[in-house]
């Protein structure tokens, strides 16, 4: 049974830094790219960051771009989300998920219907 199961979320004030984690199991975990998207209220999942198999090419939405760093292990089975200066924006539920596509084009990477798993999320709140 395939498990992401997120943590280190929490309240923040404006311009404060976070870091998330993911951990998986059940999975082959270098088989799979791993991205986190978030959700506010009453608002769409939207794409936060991905990173690939290897770690080695990572790609991120632009409202997030030179504050949010993805990465990942793959000897521990995790993958993280560095989120830095953050603001009130960024408040949202965050969630984890792995995709076993072995070719994917640069939209589909950003689309949430591409992943095959996901964690059941972890709040971030940034206060102003």
């Not at 199961?5 to 311009?15: C, D, F, I």
């Not at 978030?38 to 790609?59: C, D, H, L, M, T």
């Not at 993958?79 to 960024?90: A, C, I, R, T, Y």
């Not at 994917?104 to 996901?118: I, N, R």
Request: proline residues 2%; charged residues 20%.
């Amino acid at each position: 049974q395939v498990h992401l199961v997120e943590s280190g979320g929490g309240l923040v004030q404006a311009g404060g830094s976070l870091r998330l984690s993911c951990a998986a199991s059940g999975i082959t975990f270098s088989d799979y790219s791993m991205a986190w998207f978030r959700q506010a209220p009453g608002k769409e999942r939207e794409f936060v960051a991905r990173v690939s198999r290897s770690g080695g090419y990572r790609i991120y939405a632009d409202s997030v771009k030179g504050r949010f760093t993805i990465s990942r292990d793959n000897a521990m089975h995790t993958v993280l989300l560095q989120m830095n200066s953050l603001k009130p924006e960024d408040t949202a539920v965050y969630y984890c998920a792995a995709d076993k596509s072995t070719v994917v084009t640069a939209e589909l990477s950003t689309s949430w219907g591409t992943y095959d798993y996901w964690g059941q999320g972890t709040q971030v709140t940034v206060s102003s």
